[in-house]
């Protein structure tokens, strides 16, 4: 069976409005997935030296950032409400430098970041297109 069907390419109209007054408004997956993240405190010891070291610098770089995830077997979770670029790395590696660390890197982005008495690998998620996401392992 064979049914016609009529496809609406029109823009939501200037000044349009929802029954509950809302504007709808789009959203990128990364904002969806970000919105939907549910932002925790670092409940382990080096995690919170971890996060407080790095969240500082995450926002700078992202602005909008939450910690999601924090493990006891060493790692901190982060997510951004965009994707993550390799501009974005290079700030972050740059950010790093300039409070101490000395850096080892590899060709995805990924890297290490070392002073004494702290080693992080962070591990971000390039072609990831539905997050903005970063691992640090400790």
Same mark, same amino acid.
């Not at 670092?42 to 610098?57: N, R, S």
């Not at 660390?101 to 004494?116: E, Q, R, S, V, W």
């Not at 390039?126 to 640090?136: A, P």
């Given at each position: +069976? %064979?049914?016609?069907?009529?496809?609406? @390419?029109?823009?939501?109209? @200037?000044?349009? =409005?929802?029954?509950?007054?809302?504007?709808?408004?789009? /959203?990128? *997956?990364?904002? +969806?997935?970000?919105?939907?993240?549910? @932002?925790?405190? !670092? =409940? %382990?010891?080096?995690?919170?030296?971890? #996060?407080?070291?790095? +969240?500082?610098?995450?926002?700078?770089?992202? /602005? #909008?950032?939450?910690?999601?995830?924090?493990?006891?077997?060493?790692?901190? @979770?982060? *997510?951004?409400? *965009?994707?993550? %670029?390799?501009?974005?790395?290079?700030?972050?590696?740059? !950010?790093?430098?300039?409070?101490?660390?000395?850096?080892? /890197?590899?060709?995805?982005? #990924?890297? %290490? !970041?070392?002073?004494?008495? &702290?080693? +992080?690998?962070?591990?971000?998620? &390039?072609?990831?297109?539905?997050?903005?996401?970063?691992?640090?392992?400790?």
């Amino acid at each position: +069976m %064979t049914y016609k069907a009529q496809i609406c @390419s029109e823009q939501i109209p @200037s000044g349009f =409005t929802t029954t509950n007054g809302t504007t709808p408004t789009t /959203k990128t *997956r990364a904002q +969806m997935e970000y919105d939907e993240t549910i @932002s925790i405190e !670092a =409940t %382990t010891t080096k995690g919170k030296i971890v #996060d407080d070291e790095i +969240m500082p610098i995450l926002k700078d770089v992202f /602005k #909008d950032v939450k910690l999601w995830d924090n493990d006891i077997s060493g790692w901190v @979770s982060y *997510r951004f409400s *965009r994707l993550v %670029t390799k501009n974005d790395i290079a700030k972050i590696e740059t !950010a790093l430098k300039n409070i101490g660390y000395n850096l080892d /890197k590899n060709d995805n982005g #990924d890297f %290490t !970041a070392t002073k004494i008495g &702290l080693t +992080m690998n962070f591990h971000f998620y &390039l072609g990831n297109t539905n997050e903005g996401h970063v691992d640090v392992t400790y």
